[in-house]
């Protein structure tokens, strides 16, 4: 196999090309399959934020899995709150390391353009997870990185969570959507898939920001719906959110049907309100599979020479019919 052109030096020489595997004639993919050991340097999954998010820590036990499978070296890792800036120095320390390969999030893209693009300059093949690219990243942007996707469509994901109110609300009901992370592109898809799912209802839609500290965050709402008392939904994006929601909510011994609340992610705190009937759904995004998909991908594509296609469900909903279910799995951990 000795003069054989690995996966990595491929990949810097067709840096500008979509993805690089695509100049591989089939003869080559095979004669080099089993020439690289994959099991060779770490692979790195870098969020925008890190375990302490209930979320992301689902996400890195499923990174943990995945390398505990493949017998590799994965970590996962993001900065301690929403830092896409901090997110990208950390892309290019596992550059610097030499990374195996890279996952990342695109929450900011204009701010990994630069990371991906060295990335591709140095042959380290990269997958965007759990937040999808703008279209055409990868050729327009990064040199052929990112090489795949891989994640749930969001929108579709909000708005058959959403849908569960349409019964429960009446026509041009005021609602809000709060915000612990303005600026994060999948939330702004994810707002519009919980409106899509209650269009029928023609609602007046409010957006609220309330940050990542939960304290802060009950306190706006308060102030909110004291300004609006009119107030029939509250959507959150994510587990943060709705832990401001319902804390607020209980405070105020507010009836269910009072406020109706519709949430993203699953936790214990999630499961428990919508078990009492304080949430009414919730967005279940399975995001273990955000954490050990892609490294599965990027070790299939380091040592087999399997170029990887994106992979895009649609989530599921959590609701009173499931919880039991669902609350099982989250005691394994797998939620």
Not at 27 to 53: C, E, L, M, N
Not at 281 to 306: E, K
């Amino acid at each position: 196999m000795q003069g054989k052109l690995n996966r990595r030096d491929l990949l810097k020489a067709t840096v500008g090309a979509t993805v690089a595997a695509s100049v591989l004639s089939p003869g080559q993919r095979i004669a080099k399959a089993f020439a690289q050991s994959a099991s060779s340097g770490t692979y790195y999954w870098v969020a925008h934020v890190g375990p302490g998010d209930p979320y992301w820590a689902v996400v890195q036990r499923g990174v943990q899995a995945a390398g505990k499978a493949l017998g590799v070296k994965a970590v996962f890792e993001g900065p301690s709150g929403y830092s896409p800036p901090k997110q990208a120095d950390m892309v290019n320390a596992a550059i610097s390391a030499k990374a195996a390969g890279i996952v990342t999030t695109s929450a900011d893209p204009a701010v990994m353009k630069g990371p991906l693009q060295r990335a591709a300059q140095a042959g380290i093949p990269t997958i965007f997870s759990d937040t999808p690219p703008p279209k055409d990243f990868a050729a327009a942007f990064a040199n052929g990185n990112p090489i795949a996707f891989v994640g749930v469509d969001v929108r579709i994901a909000a708005a058959r969570a959403s849908a569960k109110l349409v019964p429960l609300l009446p026509k041009g009901a005021e609602v809000v959507v709060v915000n612990h992370e303005p600026g994060n592109r999948v939330l702004e898809i994810k707002t519009g898939g919980y409106l899509e799912g209650i269009a029928s209802l023609e609602p007046k839609v409010e957006k609220l920001v309330i940050g990542e500290e939960t304290t802060k965050a009950v306190e706006i709402i308060r102030a909110y719906l004291q300004k609006n008392p009119n107030t029939k939904a509250i959507f959150t994006l994510g587990a943060l959110g709705t832990h401001a929601a319902v804390k607020l909510l209980d405070e105020m011994k507010a009836s269910n049907d009072k406020i109706r609340v519709v949430g993203s992610d699953i936790d214990d705190v999630t499961l428990d309100a919508i078990k009492r009937g304080r949430v009414v759904s919730a967005i279940d995004l399975q995001q273990l599979g955000f954490g050990f998909l892609p490294i599965a991908l990027l070790y299939l594509y380091n040592t087999y020479a399997l170029d990887p296609n994106d992979h895009i469900g649609a989530g599921g909903t959590v609701d009173a019919k499931n919880v039991d279910f669902i609350t099982k799995l989250a005691k394994q951990g797998f939620r």
